[in-house]
């Protein structure tokens, strides 16, 4: 079943980097629900947004809170009564350190936002979802690697839970895919990278790019 174009797209993470590429691309076709915690951000998305003819609700929350969360679905199904597409880019980037240095309150942040809230997102977002909608989460393969500790071990535990629900909804949907951008000149990349030749990564843009080509999104709206 195709999804009507009056069913938005859910970006949580979109003020910047790959949300916001992704939010400002998608918006030549759809309506857009920005979220992120930085007001700032969002507000220059939606100046961005509305340059280029496209309409965005932004959702200053902290998707951490669990309240806030269920009164922005409750909100989206009272409004449009689904989702077409959820982006989930939200991340915490812990600094690296070796693993027996591990700041304890890094530690916290990393579980909190990568794990425990996308447990929380998932059962509060699915229903928008219905059968025929699209999740969307973006793996980094640094789990292991020396220094990654905390944002490895939570980055590989959050696709874990998705590769999970991608699994439970193969045949019932929505649809849950897993998709490995390449890197990107973002300012996580930036902390965990410093003096990187920045010129050899793809941006954001094409990223973003890349992966509604990859979702098909244009072609089904």
Same mark, same amino acid.
């Given at each position: 079943?195709? +999804? ?39 507000? @220059?998305?939606? @100046?961005?947004?509305?340059? %280029?003819?496209?309409? &965005? ?12 969360? +269920? ?13 077409? !597409? ?10 690296? &350190?070796?693993?027996? %240095?591990?700041?304890? +309150? =890094? ?5 909190? !936002? ?25 793996? =980094? ?9 905390? #944002? ?40 965990? #990278? ?21 979702? =098909? ?5």
């Amino acid at each position: 079943m195709t +999804r009507p174009m009056t069913y938005p797209i859910l970006i949580t993470g979109a003020s910047r980097g790959l949300g916001a590429a992704l939010a400002l691309q998608l918006a030549q076709k759809f309506h857009i629900v920005a979220v992120a915690k930085t007001t700032g951000g969002l507000e @220059d998305l939606d @100046d961005r947004i509305q340059a %280029c003819g496209g309409q &965005a609700t932004l959702a200053p929350i902290d998707v951490t809170d669990v309240n806030a969360v +269920r009164h922005l679905c409750r909100s989206i199904h009272d409004r449009w009564g689904g989702l077409h !597409l959820w982006a989930h880019c939200a991340i915490h980037a812990a600094p690296l &350190a070796p693993a027996n %240095c591990i700041d304890a +309150r =890094d530690w916290d942040k990393s579980i909190k !936002l990568n794990v425990t809230t996308t447990g929380m997102l998932i059962p509060n977002i699915a229903p928008l979802l219905h059968q025929s909608g699209t999740a969307v989460f973006f793996d =980094d393969p640094c789990g292991g690697e020396k220094f990654f500790g905390s #944002y490895g071990a939570t980055k590989s535990a959050q696709i874990a839970l998705a590769k999970s629900w991608q699994a439970e909804t193969a045949k019932t949907g929505p649809k849950v895919e897993i998709l490995t951008p390449a890197p990107m000149p973002t300012a996580t990349r930036a902390r965990f #990278y410093p003096g990187e030749d920045r010129s050899a990564l793809s941006s954001c843009d094409s990223e973003a790019a890349r992966i509604i080509t990859a979702l =098909d999104l244009f072609a089904a709206a």
